[in-house]
Protein backbone atom coordinates (compact mmCIF):
# COMPACT_ATOMS: atom_id res chain seq x y z
CA UNK A 1 0.00 0.00 0.00
CA UNK A 2 1.17 3.44 -0.68
CA UNK A 3 1.83 6.07 1.83
CA UNK A 4 0.25 8.97 1.80
CA UNK A 5 3.31 10.87 1.10
CA UNK A 6 3.89 8.72 -2.20
CA UNK A 7 0.61 9.66 -3.30
CA UNK A 8 0.88 13.04 -3.15
CA UNK A 9 3.91 12.66 -5.46
CA UNK A 10 2.39 11.37 -7.81
CA UNK A 11 -0.39 13.43 -8.33
CA UNK A 12 2.46 16.56 -8.16
CA UNK A 13 3.95 14.52 -10.91
CA UNK A 14 0.53 13.73 -13.03
CA UNK A 15 -0.25 17.42 -14.55
CA UNK A 16 3.32 17.46 -15.39
CA UNK A 17 3.23 14.56 -17.39
CA UNK A 18 0.26 15.72 -19.61
CA UNK A 19 1.41 18.78 -20.08
CA UNK A 20 4.44 17.43 -21.55
CA UNK A 21 2.56 15.36 -23.90
CA UNK A 22 -0.14 17.91 -25.02
CA UNK A 23 -0.04 18.29 -28.70
CA UNK A 24 1.38 21.44 -30.35
CA UNK A 25 -1.49 22.50 -32.82
CA UNK A 26 -0.29 24.66 -36.03
CA UNK A 27 -2.85 27.35 -37.36
CA UNK A 28 -3.05 30.51 -39.10
CA UNK A 29 -4.29 33.87 -37.82
CA UNK A 30 -6.44 36.31 -39.76
CA UNK A 31 -5.10 38.19 -42.58
CA UNK A 32 -3.91 41.79 -42.15
CA UNK A 33 -2.74 44.79 -44.11
CA UNK A 34 0.45 46.09 -44.16
CA UNK A 35 2.89 48.85 -45.75
CA UNK A 36 6.32 48.04 -47.28
CA UNK A 37 8.78 49.84 -49.47
CA UNK A 38 9.67 48.22 -52.45
CA UNK A 39 12.14 49.05 -55.39
CA UNK A 40 16.30 49.18 -55.18
CA UNK A 41 15.16 52.51 -53.08
CA UNK A 42 12.93 51.34 -51.21
CA UNK A 43 10.62 54.27 -52.20
CA UNK A 44 7.63 52.83 -53.73
CA UNK A 45 4.88 52.19 -51.23
CA UNK A 46 2.89 48.97 -51.77
CA UNK A 47 0.04 47.01 -49.41
CA UNK A 48 1.70 43.53 -48.08
CA UNK A 49 -1.29 41.31 -46.37
CA UNK A 50 0.45 39.10 -43.77
CA UNK A 51 -1.04 36.76 -41.15
CA UNK A 52 0.61 35.14 -37.87
CA UNK A 53 1.74 31.44 -37.49
CA UNK A 54 0.67 30.17 -34.74
CA UNK A 55 1.61 27.29 -32.64
CA UNK A 56 -1.01 26.54 -29.94
CA UNK A 57 -2.37 30.05 -30.32
CA UNK A 58 0.81 31.62 -29.65
CA UNK A 59 2.35 33.87 -32.56
CA UNK A 60 5.54 32.05 -34.10
CA UNK A 61 6.10 33.98 -36.77
CA UNK A 62 4.19 35.99 -39.53
CA UNK A 63 3.80 35.04 -43.38
CA UNK A 64 3.03 36.22 -46.84
CA UNK A 65 1.17 34.20 -49.68
CA UNK A 66 -0.32 30.75 -49.29
CA UNK A 67 1.05 27.99 -48.09
CA UNK A 68 2.31 24.86 -50.12
CA UNK A 69 1.51 21.30 -48.42
CA UNK A 70 4.95 19.31 -49.35
CA UNK A 71 3.40 16.27 -47.71
CA UNK A 72 0.79 15.88 -45.15
CA UNK A 73 3.59 16.45 -42.17
CA UNK A 74 4.98 18.89 -44.10
CA UNK A 75 3.99 22.50 -45.73
CA UNK A 76 6.33 25.32 -46.54
CA UNK A 77 5.44 29.62 -46.24
CA UNK A 78 6.80 32.50 -47.16
CA UNK A 79 8.38 34.77 -44.03
CA UNK A 80 7.02 38.36 -43.48
CA UNK A 81 9.36 40.31 -41.29
CA UNK A 82 9.81 43.68 -39.40
CA UNK A 83 12.98 45.62 -39.44
CA UNK A 84 13.80 48.64 -37.19
CA UNK A 85 14.45 51.59 -40.18
CA UNK A 86 15.83 53.78 -37.46
CA UNK A 87 19.50 55.19 -37.51
CA UNK A 88 22.09 54.89 -35.41
CA UNK A 89 22.53 58.65 -34.56
CA UNK A 90 18.43 59.10 -33.76
CA UNK A 91 16.89 58.50 -30.39
CA UNK A 92 16.75 54.48 -29.41
CA UNK A 93 13.07 54.82 -28.54
CA UNK A 94 11.73 56.11 -31.99
CA UNK A 95 11.85 53.06 -33.69
CA UNK A 96 10.99 52.48 -37.13
CA UNK A 97 9.48 49.51 -38.03
CA UNK A 98 9.08 48.50 -41.79
CA UNK A 99 7.44 45.30 -43.16
CA UNK A 100 9.76 43.17 -46.05
CA UNK A 101 8.72 40.14 -47.51
CA UNK A 102 11.14 37.34 -46.59
CA UNK A 103 12.79 33.66 -47.30
CA UNK A 104 10.64 30.80 -46.92
CA UNK A 105 9.42 28.08 -43.90
CA UNK A 106 9.31 24.49 -43.34
CA UNK A 107 6.67 23.66 -40.88
CA UNK A 108 6.62 19.99 -39.62
CA UNK A 109 2.70 19.87 -38.35
CA UNK A 110 4.00 17.16 -36.27
CA UNK A 111 6.19 18.37 -33.73
CA UNK A 112 5.54 22.44 -34.87
CA UNK A 113 9.06 22.72 -35.48
CA UNK A 114 9.78 25.74 -38.23
CA UNK A 115 12.94 26.18 -40.48
CA UNK A 116 14.06 28.83 -42.93
CA UNK A 117 15.00 26.88 -45.96
CA UNK A 118 18.31 28.96 -47.45
CA UNK A 119 17.81 29.05 -51.39
CA UNK A 120 20.96 29.37 -53.38
CA UNK A 121 20.60 32.65 -55.15
CA UNK A 122 16.91 33.49 -54.10
CA UNK A 123 16.23 37.27 -53.95
CA UNK A 124 13.09 38.08 -51.89
CA UNK A 125 12.37 40.88 -53.53
CA UNK A 126 12.16 39.82 -57.32
CA UNK A 127 12.28 36.04 -57.24
CA UNK A 128 8.79 34.20 -58.07
CA UNK A 129 8.99 30.90 -56.51
CA UNK A 130 6.63 28.08 -57.96
CA UNK A 131 6.07 24.76 -55.76
CA UNK A 132 5.89 20.91 -57.12
CA UNK A 133 6.09 18.58 -54.57
CA UNK A 134 9.35 18.93 -52.63
CA UNK A 135 11.11 21.54 -55.38
CA UNK A 136 10.84 24.46 -56.09
CA UNK A 137 11.30 27.12 -59.06
CA UNK A 138 12.80 30.79 -59.48
CA UNK A 139 14.78 32.92 -60.90
CA UNK A 140 17.68 33.74 -59.06
CA UNK A 141 19.87 36.58 -59.02
CA UNK A 142 23.55 36.84 -58.03
CA UNK A 143 24.67 39.43 -55.60
CA UNK A 144 25.63 42.02 -57.50
CA UNK A 145 22.28 41.75 -59.78
CA UNK A 146 24.24 41.74 -63.14
CA UNK A 147 23.23 37.73 -63.77
CA UNK A 148 20.13 35.72 -63.61
CA UNK A 149 19.83 32.18 -63.39
CA UNK A 150 17.01 29.45 -63.76
CA UNK A 151 17.02 28.19 -60.26
CA UNK A 152 15.08 24.40 -59.20
CA UNK A 153 15.90 23.53 -55.44
CA UNK A 154 14.87 20.69 -53.50
CA UNK A 155 13.95 20.49 -49.87
CA UNK A 156 16.70 18.40 -48.37
CA UNK A 157 19.40 18.99 -50.71
CA UNK A 158 22.48 21.72 -49.79
CA UNK A 159 23.11 21.42 -53.87
CA UNK A 160 20.69 23.06 -56.16
CA UNK A 161 19.01 20.31 -58.48
CA UNK A 162 19.32 22.78 -61.24
CA UNK A 163 21.59 26.15 -62.21
CA UNK A 164 21.23 27.85 -65.66
CA UNK A 165 22.12 31.33 -66.56
CA UNK A 166 20.04 33.34 -68.44
CA UNK A 167 22.00 36.26 -68.85
CA UNK A 168 22.17 39.65 -67.99
CA UNK A 169 18.75 41.34 -66.46
CA UNK A 170 16.88 43.55 -69.17
CA UNK A 171 18.18 46.83 -69.56
CA UNK A 172 20.56 46.42 -66.92
CA UNK A 173 18.59 46.98 -63.92
CA UNK A 174 17.65 45.09 -61.26
CA UNK A 175 13.66 46.16 -61.09
CA UNK A 176 13.90 44.85 -65.15
CA UNK A 177 15.17 41.19 -63.89
CA UNK A 178 12.05 39.48 -62.02
CA UNK A 179 10.50 36.59 -64.11
CA UNK A 180 6.76 35.47 -64.03
CA UNK A 181 6.10 32.49 -61.77
CA UNK A 182 8.24 29.41 -63.66
CA UNK A 183 5.42 26.90 -64.85
CA UNK A 184 5.17 23.02 -63.79
CA UNK A 185 4.09 20.12 -65.90
CA UNK A 186 4.35 16.70 -64.88
CA UNK A 187 5.08 13.55 -66.70
CA UNK A 188 8.25 13.55 -67.21
CA UNK A 189 8.52 16.83 -64.85
CA UNK A 190 9.67 19.76 -66.40
CA UNK A 191 9.90 23.99 -65.53
CA UNK A 192 9.19 26.47 -68.14
CA UNK A 193 10.93 29.73 -67.22
CA UNK A 194 9.36 33.28 -68.54
CA UNK A 195 12.33 35.86 -67.60
CA UNK A 196 11.25 39.75 -68.72
CA UNK A 197 12.39 40.77 -72.17
CA UNK A 198 13.78 37.21 -72.97
CA UNK A 199 12.47 34.25 -74.54
CA UNK A 200 11.08 31.11 -72.82
CA UNK A 201 12.82 28.47 -71.86
CA UNK A 202 12.16 24.73 -70.41
CA UNK A 203 13.80 22.15 -68.60
CA UNK A 204 13.74 18.87 -67.72
CA UNK A 205 14.10 18.19 -63.80
CA UNK A 206 15.44 14.60 -62.66
CA UNK A 207 13.27 13.55 -59.86
CA UNK A 208 15.73 12.42 -56.41
CA UNK A 209 13.11 11.36 -54.49
CA UNK A 210 14.76 12.78 -51.40
CA UNK A 211 13.17 11.71 -47.82
CA UNK A 212 12.60 14.97 -45.79
CA UNK A 213 14.33 14.70 -42.47
CA UNK A 214 12.42 13.63 -39.71
CA UNK A 215 12.64 16.13 -36.79
CA UNK A 216 11.98 14.82 -33.16
CA UNK A 217 13.37 17.89 -30.97
CA UNK A 218 10.07 19.61 -31.18
CA UNK A 219 11.61 23.03 -30.54
CA UNK A 220 11.03 26.10 -32.88
CA UNK A 221 14.50 27.20 -34.54
CA UNK A 222 14.24 30.03 -36.84
CA UNK A 223 18.09 30.05 -36.97
CA UNK A 224 18.23 26.65 -38.66
CA UNK A 225 18.60 25.86 -42.44
CA UNK A 226 18.82 23.07 -44.78
Not at 113 to 118: A, N, R, Y
Not at 150 to 173: E, F
Amino acid sequence: MKSPRTLLLLLCLFPAASAATKPKVVTFGRWMPVKYYAGPDETTALELKIRPLLVNNEIKEYTIGESHEVSERIFVVRQASRLNDALPDEPKATARWRWHPGGWLMVDRSTAHITKLSLPNYDAFYSNASWYRDLVAYCGISDNGTRLYAMVAQIGRRKAVLQKALGAPAGGDLPDSECGEPQWQRQPTRVTFAPNGKDKVSFSIRSFAEEIPVDNSGDDDPGASK
